[in-house]
């Protein structure tokens, strides 16, 4: 059945938010909570995974044997970690929710309130995703979408475009989907298929996506 069916296999997790630093005091960040990311994980270690989890700011905990977990700040960092692991990995699953743009200049000091508007200007991060799927050669690809609108049309974008192997649509129209919730609600995209699934516990919606990436492989 499905219990070990990961024995053997490295598994590449990203989970969480990035925090952008403004000055020592201050970020940009995302409501993530991690919980999807980790639980993807503690199915796959269940299923004999070897894990390696890059997770970003997050209270989720996790201690199980056969789990490693590297706990990373911004979007440069956490670019930084999964590229050490990329190329040992057999399968990857990109759960987090990294900041798209980051502030170009983080204040050395706690910047001073005054008469004037702020204006931070921000700067495009990395695309870790993309670069993933740039530099594939036998991983098993897998991202998220977080949309609010063309859901679908948004999520097979990024398949294409990021060249990946499959994508996980979360959509915060759908309500209990997402982050800040305990249930989401997914429709996952091959290049050739789709299929949506209920609102469930985020557990079990970690089930039916290694479920649906052993029937792929
Ligand atoms: O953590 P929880 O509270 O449990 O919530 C789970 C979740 C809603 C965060 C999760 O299910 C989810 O949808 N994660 C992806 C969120 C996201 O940033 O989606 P996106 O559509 O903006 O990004 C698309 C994909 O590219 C994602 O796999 C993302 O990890 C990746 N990406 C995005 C930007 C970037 N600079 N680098 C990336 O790798």
New binding site residues.
Partial sequence: GTEKSFTGKKILI?????YENIDPVRFIG??????????LAKEAAKRGAEVILVSGP?S?QINIENVSVYRVTS?QE??DE?FKHYDNADIAI???????YTPKVKAAEKIKKNENELIIELV?????????GEKKTHQFL??????TQNEEE??KQ?LQK?NLDM????SLRDEG?????AT?K?KIFTPTEEQSFSLKS?EEVAKDILDFVTRKL
């Fill in positions: 990203t989970a969480g938010p990035t995302n409501h993530s909570s991690g919980k999807m990311g980790f639980d997050s989720q979007a956490m670019y999964v990109m759960s987090a929710a990294v900041a798209d495009k991060n990395k695309d870790i995703l993309r670069t993933m897998v991202g998220f979408a977080l949309e948004n999520a990024k990021k994508i996980i649509l979360n989907a997402g982050f800040a919730n989401n997914i985020k």
